[in-house]
């Protein structure tokens, strides 16, 4: 690992320094993850687009006046997870805006007539569901969650996650990515990965970058991450994002990280990153997203082959055997693996409750198979 000084030194790392950094970062994951790149088959499901924040660079969510805005049904939500695991899908991507019943009477009113009056305890009952009446995965990302709603959550999820973004609280300012966004100070995130660490969830976490932040705020948003996991052991993956300007968003007309950032970022973040925690990049917001792995990621995250990525509508997901062929073209091999990663399943039921561990043990061989289908398509 490497110090916040020498992390720090990197910002303007470009040319040959930026190359030599991207090996550094290469060669610590091929030591950690060897030369197999992994992905999670997905379905995803935007329980519901309303929300009480407002972040400045967000075209999931809608406001209550329009049409769009929407909470699914059980049955829209049981359609979508069937769909997927005809499919083959493993995960179901849970995936949705933060309270929107504290802010928004229309949230209010959709939840009263689905017989809630929380949006906790409808995901709650639809993780459930998807596990009663299909063989996925339920992964959670609600946001930033309590103690006691983590708990709560822990025996229909086999894994969750909620994106730190940033440590920054200058971007809670006025004009700033996440001003009026009550669920994004960095306090709230930094509480909900401390308390799933507590309460022993496998989690995903992440850092979005080009919103504003600084590099050294950047790297401090890696080092709280690390220092969470160096105290629990519960991070499983980090997510390297890249900001995208969006039309009809306040942000717009700011600009976005280029390639160098993404690799540049991806980098530092391996070498900060303790070893077991994955690195991960989504393929879909760089044409080029093949570079990312000369960079040091070792996964792509969730790949549906059935619906859209909502966060990022216009970003069309790349073809699982076009991804595979970018790994195979450097000399990687790609996988399936679950959305809980492989050692968090056998830690006699720490991570997983004896439910989901059945749940889990009978979904490995299949991905391992597919795997190997997949390999062989492209060979
Ligand atoms: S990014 Fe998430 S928290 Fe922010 S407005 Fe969109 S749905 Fe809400």
Not at 67 to 75: A, D, E, G, K, L
Not at 197 to 212: E, M, N, S, Y
């Amino acid at each position: 690992m490497i110090s916040v000084s020498e992390a720090i030194s990197y910002e303007f790392a470009t040319g040959p320094d930026l190359y030599a950094l991207c090996q550094q970062a290469a060669k610590a994951r091929d030591n950690a993850w060897g030369k197999q790149l992994t992905y999670s088959k997905k379905v995803f499901i935007p329980l519901t687009n309303m929300c009480r924040d407002s972040c400045g660079y967000c075209t999931f969510v809608q406001s209550p006046d329009s049409p769009h805005s929407n909470v699914m049904t059980p049955q829209q939500v049981l359609k979508t997870a069937h769909e997927g695991a005809a499919l083959d899908c493993k995960e179901a991507l849970f995936s949705l805006g933060e309270r929107p019943e504290e802010r928004h009477q229309k949230a209010r009113d959709l939840l009263a007539a689905l017989g809630y009056d929380n949006t906790l305890d409808y995901l709650h009952d639809q993780c459930e569901s998807v596990l009663t009446h299909t063989t996925l995965l339920p992964h959670v990302n609600a946001g930033a969650l309590s103690f006691d709603e983590l708990k709560r959550l822990k025996p229909v999820a086999a894994s969750m996650g909620m994106m730190l973004e940033n440590v920054s609280n200058e971007l809670l300012k006025q004009g700033q990515a996440h001003y009026a966004c009550p669920d994004k100070t960095p306090k709230r995130r930094l509480d909900t990965i401390e308390q799933a660490g507590r309460l022993d969830i496998a989690f995903t976490t992440g850092i979005l970058i080009g919103i504003g932040e600084s590099w050294e705020e950047r790297v401090l948003s890696l080092i709280a991450i690390r220092d969470r996991h160096l105290a629990y052991g519960h991070i499983q993956e980090v997510i390297i994002q890249n900001f995208r300007a969006k039309v009809g968003t306040a942000m717009a007309g700011c600009q976005e990280p280029d390639l160098d950032d993404m690799k540049r970022t991806i980098a530092v973040a391996r070498l900060i990153l303790p070893d077991d925690i994955s690195i991960q990049a989504p393929p879909n917001l760089e044409v080029e997203y093949g570079s990312y792995i000369n960079a040091g990621i070792n996964d792509w995250g969730g790949i549906s082959p059935l619906t859209k990525d909502f966060i990022n509508p216009e970003r069309a997901w790349p073809q699982i055997s076009s991804v595979a062929q970018a790994c195979n073209g450097l000399g990687y091999s790609l996988a399936e693996r679950l959305t809980i990663y492989d050692r968090f399943q056998h830690q006699d039921h720490k991570y997983l409750t004896p439910n989901l561990t059945q749940r889990v043990a009978a979904l490995v061989s299949r991905a391992a198979h597919a795997s190997r289908q997949l390999q062989g398509d492209i060979a």
